[in-house]
């Protein structure tokens, strides 16, 4: 994305093509048509007052323009609760567990003491997976029974934080259909029994896999109701030239974007950052250090 409008902005005329050559940048970059608009209108107005002629000259505009659309007052996690449950939903291979793993782990290096709850049930492979993420982050493993109620696993790791102690639960749940009524049903209870629990149900974030671009929008609207999400983790940013629908997240869901997935790895996890994420966009040579830096 920042490539695309790097070049954008590096023509020499701001004429009707370099107009036309950003829009088709954010497009291109999975940002929806109103917030393409959005941002456009913006710019044209600041540069017909500032009698802007060099698209160069675009560039803090746009920044200062995509950091204001992407702030977020409410941008860090609540850590509130004692222990703090966050919830975790998005379609499978969204990244779920691969961002519970590697956020247990920056908790567990910050000292606090972390249980997951492995309430997929439905997917064998789901539990291992996360186990292997416990022992690797140094988080205790709260698991049930295969095919077992995935609301009552929540509310078991949630009591076993509460009883040891602990700071933080985080709970892992299916994602295996997003159209899925049962799925829907089954989020809604697991959030009914993490809001009465010992514990306080302080986040509930859904995973969006950046490479599946505009469809990320569709998943958070739906998981949002089901779930009553309270921030988006945008995975796979590493791997991905359309990042743009995490603007559309922002503005047309209302939903901010807490954290971002930029690798496999156990550190390849940031708070994202609008200021940062803006200056990064249109600096392209300066976008890993940048967002990485944050
Ligand atoms: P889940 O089904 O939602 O729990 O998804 P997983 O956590 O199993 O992730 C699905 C795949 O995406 C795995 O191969 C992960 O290694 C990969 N993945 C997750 N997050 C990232 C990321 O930020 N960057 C990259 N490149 N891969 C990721």
Do not use: Y
Not at 162 to 168: E, M, P, T
Not at 229 to 245: E, I, M, P, Q, Y
């Amino acid at each position: 994305m920042g490539e695309r409008l790097g070049a954008a902005l590096a023509r020499p005329d701001l004429d009707g093509a370099t107009w036309e050559a950003l829009e088709e940048a954010l497009l291109g970059a999975d940002v929806s048509w109103a917030v393409t608009e959005q941002l456009l209108g913006c710019l044209r107005s600041e540069a017909s007052e500032r009698r802007i002629s060099d698209p160069a000259a675009l560039r803090s505009l746009l920044a200062d323009a995509v950091a204001d659309l992407m702030h977020a007052p409410d941008g860090a996690l609540d850590r509130s609760g004692s222990p703090a449950v966050w919830l975790f939903v998005g379609v499978n291979g969204s990244g779920k567990t691969t961002t519970i793993g590697k956020l247990a782990h920056a908790e567990v290096r910050a000292g606090r003491r972390v249980v997951l709850g492995a309430a997929d049930t439905f997917r064998a492979a789901a539990t291992e997976q996360l186990a292997t993420w416990a022992e690797r982050a140094g988080a205790h493993l709260v698991r049930g029974n295969a095919g077992g109620d995935p609301a009552a696993v929540a509310f078991d790791a949630i009591s076993h934080a509460a009883a040891s102690g602990a700071d933080v639960v985080m709970i892992d749940t299916a994602g295996r259909l997003h159209t899925n009524h049962n799925l829907m049903g089954e989020l809604a209870k697991i959030r009914r029994v993490a809001e009465r629990a010992p514990g306080e149900l302080c986040e509930a974030l859904v995973t969006l896999d950046a490479t599946t671009g505009q469809n990320g929008l569709a998943q958070a609207r739906m998981f949002g109701e089901a779930a009553g999400v309270t921030g988006a983790v945008l995975t796979k940013l590493d791997g991905s030239a359309r990042g743009g629908s995490v603007l559309s997240v922002r503005a047309e869901l209302n939903v901010a974007v807490k954290l971002v997935g930029l690798g496999e790895g156990l550190g390849d996890l940031v708070p994202f950052d609008a200021a940062a994420f803006a200056a990064a966009l249109v600096d392209t040579e300066g976008m890993d250090a940048d967002v990485r830096g944050s």
